[in-house]
């Protein structure tokens, strides 16, 4: 998943039968990546990997413990809109989100955490699966592979939030 191109290329790795986890450094401070992870108009600026041909049509986050998500996506290919939703099981302000996947039973649990260390910050993605089937089935369907584009995607976003 390198791009040489990247001055921080992201790593995935399957790190079991039922878990994914990919790692990234960002030259940013981790309430940034935060930021860009929770707030719906700054999530929707970079989460859509642009190669997918997808719309992100609507982003409804409340991104708190006990707090729920719902994006929906317009693909060309589909006449109707895609639904992904569930809830936020644990958020740390600045340092951890975890949210279920609840648009089916093989949705994943994922957590994401963000540590920071002389302005630069590592966010890992830590994708918990119900079953071996159910991240086959994942990785058969290409919904992993954008993850490296829409890293790419936030770290170029991010020169917009610190530009002065």
Not at 68 to 87: C, E, I, K
Not at 127 to 132: A, E, F, G, V
Not at 152 to 164: H, I
Request: aromatic content about 10%.
């Amino acid at each position: 998943m390198n791009n040489a191109a990247d001055k921080s290329p992201a790593t995935m790795a399957r790190t079991s039968d039922t878990e994914t986890t990919l790692r990234r450094s960002f030259d940013a401070p981790a309430r940034l990546l935060y930021a860009a992870w929770t707030k719906p108009d700054l999530f929707a600026e970079w989460w859509v990997p642009k190669s997918f041909g997808m719309t992100l049509l609507s982003c409804d986050m409340d991104v708190r413990t006990g707090g729920t998500y719902r994006l929906v996506f317009q693909h060309p290919a589909f006449d109707q809109p895609m639904a992904f939703f569930g809830s936020y099981t644990d958020v740390i302000p600045n340092a951890r989100i975890v949210w279920s996947n609840e648009e089916s039973d093989e949705g994943a649990i994922t957590t994401v955490t963000f540590a920071e260390k002389d302005d630069k910050t590592t966010v890992t993605v830590h994708d918990l699966y119900p079953t071996k089937t159910a991240l086959d089935a994942q990785i058969a369907s290409g919904a992993t592979g954008g993850m490296d584009e829409t890293m790419r995607q936030l770290d170029q976003f991010l020169l917009t939030m610190t530009a002065p």
